[in-house]
C-alpha cells in the first residue's frame, strides 16, 4: 500500500471516529427527561444545559476559530458554551435556569456548528482551503477525545439525578439484585523492583494529551499490590470499624472536608433501614459487596491508612499493569491486542460495574485483575508534568492549569471510558474531594 492509501485511510478511520463519538454524546443526553435539562445535579458544575451547547461550541472554537482562524459562529454562545468548572474550594454557582437560552436556540446552534464544521472536514467549505495552523489530525483527536471525555463526566452527572428524572436506554439491562459469587480471596502480588516507562514519545505517530509527553523511564523499588481493587464488601469494614470517625487516617484537609460536608460512606452508598444499598445509574440495589468501591481520593487514601497500607504512585501502578516479569512492557496489561469484548469493563459496554476480577482475559502478566476498566484508579501522585512538557498551543491549559498540587493522577479507565483512552500513556486527574467519579482504588506495601 502506498503511503497516500494509508494515510486515507488513516483519515477515514478518523472520520468515524469522529461520528461514532457525536453518537455517545447525543445519546447520552436522550436519558435526561426534558425538564430535567435545566437541572445541575451536581452543585459544583455547571447545569445540564451547558453542556448540550459546550460540545459544538468547543469544536467550532478549536477548528474553526484556533486551528483556521475563522470568525464567530454565535458571537454569545462560542462563549457563554466555551468553559466549564473545575470545581477546587470555591464558591458554588449561583445561576438560575431562566439566565440559560432555551432549548430550541441552542439546538439551532448546533445544528448549525455541526453543518460548517462538517463542510470543512470534508472539504466542502470555501474554509477548507484556509491553512491549518496545527495538524489537522491532532485537532481531530482533540475534538474526538475532548467530547468522549464529556460521555464519561456527564455520566458521572447523570448518575446524581434521581431515576424519575433521567429514561434508561431501550439497550439498558438492569442491574437487579445483583448475586455475590463467593468472596474473593484477597490477595497481594510481589512486584520485583523494576523500571516503568511512562508517557510518549513525541517521535512516534500516536496521538497523545500535551501531559502524556515525553516518555521516561523511572526506576521503581519492589513493593507488594493488590491483585483486585479494594471492593464495597471490604470498605464496609472500614465503615463498621469507625473509619469515618477516626481522625488518625485522615490528613487534615480530608477531614476537615468530610466533617465540614458530613460526609459518612461512599456517595453512591445510601443507608436505608440498617440496609446498605448501590445507586447504580437508572436503580437502587442491594450493596454488591464483590463490585468495586467507587469513592474520593480522600477515602481511598483513609483506607489504605486504615489498611495498614498506601496508594500506589503513578510509577508502581504502571510497573504492576504494563511490566512483566521478563522485563519488556505490555502496550495493554493483558498483551499488546486492542482492547476489544472480554478484556474489561469499559468502552460504554456498561453503566455500572462488575465484580472485580470477572475479566481474567485482562490479567496483567504479574496477575493483576482489572487494571484497565471497571473504575478509575487514584494514585497518591500529584499531577505534574514530565519532563519536556509542553503545553498544546491551540489548548494552553489544558493540563498546565491543573499543576496545582491539588489534583492526583488516576489511571486505568471506568466503564464509561472510550476506547481510544485506553492507550497507557492516558493520564486522569481530579482533585481529592471530589466524590462523583468512577474511581477505584487498590492498595501497595512498600
Ligand atoms: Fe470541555
Redesign the pocket.
Known sequence: MNATATQLDKRNELLVRWAESRSVTDDLFRIVRTDALYDRPIPERHRIVFYIG?LEA?DWNLIAGKALGLGPAHKEFDRLFAF?IDPVGGGLPSDQPSDWPRLPEIDAYNLHVRQEVDRIINHTSPASAHHWKYPEEIILNVAIE?RLM?AETLAYMLHQLTAERKIAPRSYRPVGSPQSGPPIAARMIDIPAGRAMLGLSRKGEAFGWDNEFEDHSVEVPAFAIDAYKVTNGEFLSFVHEGGYDDQRFWSDADWAWIKEQNVGHPRFWLERQGQWFYRAMFEEVPLPLDWPVYVSHAEASAYARFAGKSLPTEAQFHRAAYGTPEGAEREYPWGDAPPGLGRGNFDFQRWDPVAVGAYPRGRSAFGLEDTLGNGWEWTSSHFAPFPGFEPFPFYRGYSADFFDGKHYVMKGASPQTGACMLRRSFRNWFQPHYPFVYTSFRCVSN
Open positions: 459546550h468547543f466549564g475532548h464529556h
